[in-house]
């Protein structure tokens, strides 16, 4: 249970925290790339404002524009190209001065693909492009060479993914070393809690003793009668529940590692068939097995047997009237599956994943009369958790059916 809960704690912690970083990321990213864009329209929406200049004759920008500040080395900085088209789609002027990297041919076949895209404005390649139609029907479209800027937004990129992965791996290395101080107050708490049950249960032993023997002290004075019979049932009930308080508590510890001995599991279920047939029987119902042979396990025996006996008892109490109880045993790659099925009418299948609590009865009334006190399930789970397995119930055609699956350890 400790080394599940550290696990979860450590999942939710690593996941929360890769989960905030992922998101700072995209931002970081998405920003970054809708800044430089927005700096590069700003560019050719000056070009076009200034006739393909950043400087109008006889006017001076405000180097503050935090969208594009221009300043007198802006021109030189910067690599564009603007084509003119008329309204009858010919190029009427091609201005290159200010771009190296392309000739005339190069600059016709980035600008056709700049038109096929039927945008005003876009990416073509690491080109930024602006297109605006003119007073006479023509058209101007102006080519920014954005590689620098596209260069730079990518490496801020790189450079948040890469401190991305490295914080991830230093803060997953830290909570894997200090998980164990994040739980410790839960774990001591649970460790007092398990410490009071089991000493409670044992202390309840001696005065419920006494009690017994008061009780047949008292039956052999006065006799028997009904009150006596009903105290001497109420005893007995406490000392059933007392018993399973301490087998709970014992379940739920850690298994060492020098007390897990293979075993076969096929003698376990068999044994605990031939044990309940009878009790079957003698309730009008029918137990069948289907219990094949050489399946081992690696684990503790006794709780092995403990399990079969909640399954098998649990089925035998609350399966319906002449019903049939199967029990099922396989071998599936490197899992063992335990399967036992009853009918039982009036299932909530709402309250199924709540069976497994502690002292939790669907119906107090049945479980009263069959002597439950809800324990039981819980045992099952908790001998399930013990050996790295998983304890599942579900309700389907009026039938109720716990599969419990193992590790073989083989």
């Known amino acids: 249970m400790i080394r599940s809960l550290r696990r979860k704690f450590l999942m939710i912690a690593v996941a929360s925290m890769l989960g905030a970083m992922a998101v700072l990321c995209i931002a970081i ?14 560019a050719i929406a000056l ?36 084509v003119e088209f008329s309204a009858q789609g010919d190029v009427r002027a091609v201005y290159l001065e200010h771009i190296a990297a392309l000739d005339s041919r190069t600059v016709m076949d980035t600008v056709r693909a700049v038109l096929q895209t039927e945008k005003p404005r876009g990416y073509v390649g ?11 029907g023509g058209v101007t479209v102006i080519v920014l060479d ?14 948040v993914v890469g401190m991305f992965l490295l914080f991830a791996l230093i803060v997953t290395v830290l909570l894997l070393v200090l998980s164990k101080q994040a739980i410790r107050p839960f774990i001591d ?12 249960s044992h202390e309840l032993k001696t005065p419920l003793a006494i009690l017994s023997a008061d009780m047949g002290l008292l039956e052999d004075t006065c006799g028997k009668n009904e009150w006596t019979e009903s105290a001497r049932a109420q005893i007995g009930r406490l000392k059933k529940l007392t018993r399973d308080l301490v087998e709970l508590a014992r379940t739920e510890e850690t298994v060492a590692p020098d007390t897990m001995e293979r075993f076969s599991l096929t003698e376990v279920a068999r044994a605990h068939v031939d044990a309940f047939q009878p009790l079957a029987e003698a309730d009008g119902k029918t137990l069948e097995a289907d219990i094949p042979d050489g399946i081992y396990l690696k684990g503790v025996e006794d709780n092995f047997f403990r399990l079969f006996s909640i ?13 049939t109880i199967r029990l099922h045993v396989s071998q599936k790659g490197r899992n063992v599956c335990v399967s036992v099925s009853n009918p039982c009418a009036g299932v909530d299948p709402a309250q199924m994943p709540r069976w497994f609590d502690r002292f939790y009865r669907a119906d107090s009334s049945r479980a009263r009369a069959t002597g439950g006190y809800g324990i039981g399930l ?7 958790a013990r050996h790295k397995g998983r304890i599942t119930n579900r309700y389907a055609n009026g039938v109720v059916t716990f599969l419990a699956v193992f590790p073989s350890g083989s």
């Open 126 to 136: 690491h080109y930024r492009y602006g297109v605006f139609d003119e007073a006479d």
């Open 378 to 384: 819980s045992t099952a789970h908790a001998i399930a």
């Open 146 to 159: 954005c590689f620098l800027q596209l260069q730079a937004a990518n490496n801020l990129l790189y450079i």
């Open 29 to 42: 990213g998405i920003g970054n790339h809708w800044a430089t864009t927005r700096r590069l329209d700003r």
């Open 47 to 82: 070009l076009r404002q200034n006739g393909g200049s950043f400087f109008a004759p006889g006017s001076r920008f405000d180097p503050s524009d935090f969208r594009f500040q221009v300043t007198p080395e802006t021109p030189f900085e910067t690599r564009y190209c603007i």
């Open 189 to 200: 708490n649970l460790e007092r809690q398990r410490q009071f049950v089991t000493d409670a």
């Open 311 to 323: 399954l098998l008892d649990n089925a035998v109490k609350y399966c319906d009237a002449a019903g």
